[in-house]
């Protein structure tokens, strides 16, 4: 079984860390996470106060969005989108009463969101968003995006021709309530929480639809208590600077 001890603290470039992860999907890192919450004003100020993160950008019906409020926070190369429904029927709100607040998209970034999503969604990926361009004064991004488990979703953002604060629809989110930085850099891992019986299930989407490499496997040997056990799959891409 492998072990973690062998693994370096990457410094992450151009060069493939993992050598068994397929190259049809290049991932350049961790674009953004957005959680779907039942308050985003509250929350991002919770994220400011317990964690250090920084206001960065803002979208709701002053900027001309008319379903949601989004405040954005970030700290180091993380971005955390903290988004409320404006309305009671929507989708939005229909995740929070499911899940409760909780993580709606891993937003990954990419060169090329139109090829991300034409070799996923050929390799058996559900489409999310198909390729659309998004633009404002600040210049042009391009989104896709495929289904993951349960309500998950991965959005491609393609933003090389683009300079704004964030993406469009979004205005600078300026704050005199901005406390110190923790240290928090970047994302490490994420860990998904899947269905009984299907966690080779999606350990195999992410080999064969994304291009991921197994790399480290637990089971209820190794992780248990009287009351509860842990089985997990650990898989990993190639990494670049971001």
Known sequence: ????????????????????????????????VEFYVGNAKQAAHFYKTAFGFQSLAYAGLETGV???????????????????????DSPISDHIKKHGDGVKVIALWVDDARAAFEETTKRG??????PVVES???????????????DTVHVFVERKNYNGVFLPGYVEWKSDYNPASVGLEYIDHMVGNVDWNQMNIWAKFYNEVMGFANLISFDDKDISTEY???MSERVGHHGRSG
């Open 1 to 32: 079984m492998a072990t973690l001890t062998g693994i370096k603290d990457y410094q992450y470039g151009l060069e493939k860390i993992f050598p068994e992860a397929d190259d049809f999907l290049p991932l350049l890192g961790t674009d953004y």
């Open 66 to 88: 008319r379903d949601r409020v989004s405040y954005v926070v970030q700290q180091g190369k993380i971005k955390l989108i903290l988004t409320t429904p404006l309305h009671s």
């Open 125 to 130: 990926a559900k489409p999310f968003i198909p």
């Open 228 to 230: 509860s056990a842990l």
């Open 136 to 150: 404002d004064s600040d210049g042009e991004v391009v989104l896709s995006g495929i289904h993951t488990y349960g």
